[in-house]
């Protein structure tokens, strides 16, 4: 009788040790899913700085021009002035910037477009126009200007009209 129940363990045992060697076949990867062996997220280590983006055309006259050329035919002087001195928008020629003169922040309002009035021109503008729509407001006042106004314009007060 024990030789039987020793027999019936090692047959057993094998048994266990058989199936357990059985192994799953690896899964398919599953279609559609991003590869998650590519690591994600921010990298570790030291946070780089980058200095906020210059404009390529700062100085360039010919660009400068064209810079002018845009700011009228995208009708930019409709709401700033033709000669950026204000309108029904803020004077961009004065020396108050209301949300940053680096060139940086002057590109940011005009592709991000700015709180009361000012539209995003960001996807209707290519970046290379909005850096020499920056080189022309940036030469304003200065003798870099193209076509400079004749007469100074006048401050730009936004008028009450009283009953
Ligand atoms: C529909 C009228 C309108 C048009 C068109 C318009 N702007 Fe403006 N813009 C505004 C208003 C209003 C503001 C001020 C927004 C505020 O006070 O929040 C402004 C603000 C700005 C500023 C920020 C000025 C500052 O003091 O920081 C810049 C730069 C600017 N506009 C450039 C442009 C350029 C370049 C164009 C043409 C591509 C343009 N704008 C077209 C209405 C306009």
């Known amino acids: 009788m024990k030789k039987l129940i020793a027999l019936a363990a090692i047959i057993f045992v094998s048994i266990a040790v058989a199936c357990n060697q059985q192994q ?12 998650l062996s590519i690591p994600v997220g921010p990298v570790p280590g030291p946070q780089k700085t980058t200095a906020p983006p210059k404009d390529p055309f700062m100085g360039d006259p010919v660009a400068t021009q064209e810079g002018r050329q845009l700011f009228l035919e995208y009708n930019c002087a409709g709401c ?3 000669h950026g001195g204000g309108g029904m928008a803020p004077s961009l020629r ?7 003169d680096d060139d940086a922040h002057v590109f940011a309002s005009i592709a991000q477009g700015r709180g009361s009035g000012m539209p995003a021109w ?8 909005i850096w020499k729509l920056v080189a022309y407001i ?3 006042r200065t003798k870099e200007e193209p076509d400079p106004p004749l007469t100074p314009p006048k401050p730009s007060v936004r008028t009450v009209r009283r009953k």
Request: no cysteine.
């Open 24 to 35: 799953d076949p690896p899964a398919p990867p599953m279609a559609g899913l991003p590869d």
């Open 80 to 82: 700033h002035g033709t």
């Open 94 to 100: 004065d020396q108050d910037w209301l949300y940053g």
């Open 122 to 129: 960001g996807t209707k503008i290519p970046e290379e126009q």
């Open 138 to 140: 940036k030469s304003m």
